[in-house]
Nanobody
Framework: QMQLLESGGGLVQPGGSLRLSCAAS????????MSWHRQAPGKERELVAE???????NYADSVKGRFSISRDNAKNLVYLQMNNLKPEDAALYYC???????????????WGQGTQVTVSS
């Protein structure tokens, strides 16, 4: 059974930093693009950052220059370093990964349960 488990959320003051982690586990043959998304109350889920298996990255305009996505392919991990956090960054952050299952070799989209980020003084 494939699972994505996020960690690292919490409460931080404006201007502070947090580092989110997401670990993929299960019968994994390959992991393609990994990404972070967020959803604030009353808003749609939005892409924050994504990284391909080759390390190419893409960011939402709202986080460019403040957030950095990285991954450890050997450990099936993806990270999101968030600096200079703003109140508008507060949301439930979700990890997503496109994974080829080592069992049936099918490719599917997987989501974590989310980790809460609160930015408040």
């Amino acid at each position: 059974q494939m699972q994505l488990l996020e960690s690292g959320g919490g409460l931080v003051q404006p201007g502070g930093s947090l580092r989110l982690s997401c670990a993929a586990s299960g019968t994994i043959l390959s992991i393609y693009t990994m990404s972070w998304h967020r959803q604030a109350p009353g808003k749609e889920r939005e892409l924050v950052a994504e990284i391909t298996s080759g390390g190419r990255t893409n960011y939402a305009d709202s986080v460019k220059g403040r957030f950095s996505i990285s991954r450890d392919n050997a450990k099936n991990l993806v990270y999101l370093q968030m600096n200079n956090l703003k109140p508008e960054d507060a949301a439930l952050y979700y990890c997503n990964a496109v994974i080829r299952n080592g069992g049936d070799r099918e490719v599917a989209d997987y989501w974590g349960q989310g980790t809460q980020v609160t930015v408040s003084s």
